[in-house]
């Protein structure tokens, strides 16, 4: 069977670039070895956000161009993106001064554009007390909070891909592609008995892009290193609003009450993986690392032990390889287009899950899409 574009990867961003090309006029089938959004993008942190501490690195126009497509989702998916506070408690011991944190938040806001309605503030610590009765108030020194947009990461992404089935798109999960040949006309990609034909292959496979290039022989001009983040969940909710928390180290962990769950996800990690994604698995010493690190703000009767943990779970985030720490790699995204004859291929490096609308445009225009319906229509 023979399509305009095959998509490898059935995350957000496969499937935000499968809807995208769908609309503009493009016949596609998106393939996937799991389920539509089984990987990472059912294993973050469930926030659509621009990610205040990218400001800390000076990553001015990846915040702004996330937290327009943060504007973007609340007005296309109002039913599964809503703005929700975020409270920055700062205590004599933070690593970060409050002077420091309080300009980070304004530019934050400022960055947003004038469209956004939702302007950060301070909070009063007797407030912030009765509201939270669970966080420890001994050293507390002042209370920001700011405004970021929360969502369920699978949900949206099988939302998404939804919408590109209904613009025509096809999708097959749990499938084995078994190779992939290409030449000047286009490529032909070998699913069981099945082959399917395209003059467009998408790589869209996220943290998987390194090994899925190796085992067919793809081009590809970028590599990925691979950062692991754990999430662990403890039944009840442990504040009424999201927290945003620093260790010791400035390292930044959230505490995100769910009480459409009745629970609370603490995370997350980072930590650089050698191996397969496959062979990725939750550690212990990262779950006794996230109970350690929220118990220091938990007051004497709250604090958890390891029997609170009723889940963990852990994604793999498939950052554009560069030099420097794991932790301060940029979330900025790469797109690899290679030409051969007729046949494109274009391999995605990088994104996250607010991103993936702007990544999905410029995808598209990447591949000329666009110009050439337009030379089409022409002619």
């Known amino acids: 069977m023979t399509y305009d574009a095959i998509v490898l990867g059935a995350g957000i961003n496969g499937c935000g670039i499968a809807g995208e090309l769908a609309e503009r006029g493009q016949r596609v089938l998106v393939l996937d070895k799991g389920e539509i959004g089984g990987g990472t993008s059912s294993k973050s942190s469930r926030l659509i956000h ?6 800390e690195t000076m990553q001015f126009g990846m915040v702004r161009e996330a937290l327009a497509d943060r504007f973007a989702l609340l007005g296309r998916y109002p039913e599964l993106v809503s703005m929700r506070p975020f409270y920055v408690p700062i205590y004599r011991t933070s690593p970060r001064p409050v002077w420091r944190l309080w300009t980070g938040i304004k530019l934050y806001d400022a960055l947003a554009g004038r469209r956004n309605v939702y302007r950060s503030g301070k909070v009063s610590r007797k407030r912030f007390a009765r509201a939270f009765p669970a966080i420890k108030r001994e050293g507390l020194r002042a209370v920001l909070r700011y405004y970021d947009g929360k969502t369920h990461d699978r949900a949206l992404t099988q939302r998404v891909a939804e919408d590109s089935r209904a613009m025509g798109c096809a999708f097959c999960e749990r499938v084995d592609v078994r190779h992939v040949a290409w030449d000047e006309r286009g490529f032909a990609v070998s699913v069981g008995d099945e082959i399917f034909t395209s003059r467009i292959l998408v790589n869209a496979t996220g943290p998987w892009i390194d090994e899925v290039a190796a085992r067919y022989g793809l081009p590809s001009r970028f590599q990925i290193r691979k950062v692991s983040g754990v999430h662990i969940f403890v039944d009840g909710l442990l504040s009424p609003d999201p927290l945003f928390l620093q ?10 009450p769910e009480p459409e769950r009745d629970q609370t996800m603490i995370g997350t990690t980072e930590r650089e993986e050698r191996g397969r994604v496959d062979g ?6 990262e ?3 996230l109970i350690r690190e929220v118990n220091a703000y938990l007051t004497a009767g ?9 889940d963990a779970c852990v994604g793999v985030r498939p950052l554009v390889a560069r030099k420097g720490d794991a932790t301060d790699l940029s979330r900025e995204w790469e797109l690899d287009l290679h030409t051969r004859g007729n046949a494109q291929l274009l391999n995605v490096f990088g994104g996250k899950l607010t991103t ?18 337009r030379v089409a229509l022409r002619a």
């Open 356 to 373: 993936y609308l702007s990544l999905s445009r410029r995808a598209a225009d990447t591949l000329g899409i666009e110009t050439m319906m």
């Open 247 to 256: 260790t010791a180290s400035k390292r930044v962990f959230f505490l995100i």
């Open 287 to 289: 779950v006794d690392y």
């Open 50 to 55: 621009g990610g205040l501490r990218y400001l």
């Open 280 to 285: 990725v698995r939750v550690r212990e010493s």
């Open 302 to 310: 709250r604090r958890l032990q390891r029997a609170d943990i009723t």
